[in-house]
């Protein structure tokens, strides 16, 4: 059983381009959260999905960033217009339910760098 | 004040030495999660607990809901050991918060 998994491990964009990282949750799982690390900071929640809806996205910026979590394929953070502040790790994590008893498992994350 | 608090911040021990990292937190919580990251790693699961004591290998993770307050021991540490542990809470719903974590290196 594959681990969750993220694409691309790094990714390197020019400032207005738009950023496009995509998590494939472990099988059998439907809720997938995504969270940001900004250099020598704390991990941050950014937005919890479950197939098809935006549970709580209570931690993304209000501009610029967009997820989603279609029927088929991988959950997919997006950035429009990249800034310099955007350069972080972001990480996501699956889980098979959505309430204190399960587990939610990382991904290896990806290094985004806006230059 | 975060709602998740670490100390120590930086700990360095000797090889074989018993380290002890702990997490107090402000809020009603369902779990709370000690995860670890290596430099410019992905993060690891340690344990998930929400009462009492957690052992896997030569890790324990300690709970105690009423004080609001969780310990993670490593007993006869090893460089491989040296990372960054983090303490996070559920509360309230799915997001996990997050504290600031600890990092830790173990010298040979």
């Known amino acids: 059983n594959a681990g969750v998994m993220q694409n691309p491990r790094h990714l390197v964009r020019r400032r207005g381009q738009e950023a496009r990282l995509r998590c494939s949750p472990m099988?059998?799982?439907?809720?997938v959260y995504w969270y940001r690390q900004l250099p020598e900071e704390g991990l941050k929640f950014m937005v919890y999905l479950q197939k098809e809806n935006i549970i709580d996205e209570s931690g993304m910026p209000k501009e610029r960033f967009s997820a989603e979590f279609p029927k088929e394929g991988p959950s997919i953070l997006r950035i429009q217009q990249v800034v310099r502040g955007d350069s972080a790790a972001y990480f996501c994590a699956s889980s098979e339910g959505g309430t204190g008893v399960y587990e939610q498992y990382f991904g290896p994350g990806t290094r985004l760098t806006v230059t | 004040k975060n709602e998740v608090e670490q100390s120590p911040q930086n700990l360095t021990a000797q090889e074989g030495e018993f380290i002890t990292i702990n997490c107090s937190y402000s809020v009603g919580i369902s779990a709370l999660h000690w995860l670890q990251q290596h430099p410019g790693g992905g993060i690891v699961s340690l344990f998930m607990?929400?009462?009492g004591k957690k052992k896997h290998g030569r890790l324990i993770a300690t709970i105690n809901i009423q004080e609001k307050h969780s310990s993670l021991h490593i007993t006869a540490s090893h460089p491989r050991d040296s990372a960054v542990y983090i303490c996070?809470?559920?509360?309230?719903?799915?997001?996990?918060?997050f504290g600031e974590g600890t990092q830790l290196t173990v010298n040979p």
């Open positions: 099988k059998g799982h439907s809720h």
């Open positions: 607990l929400s009462s």
């Open positions: 996070a809470v559920r509360s309230g719903g799915s997001r996990l918060t």
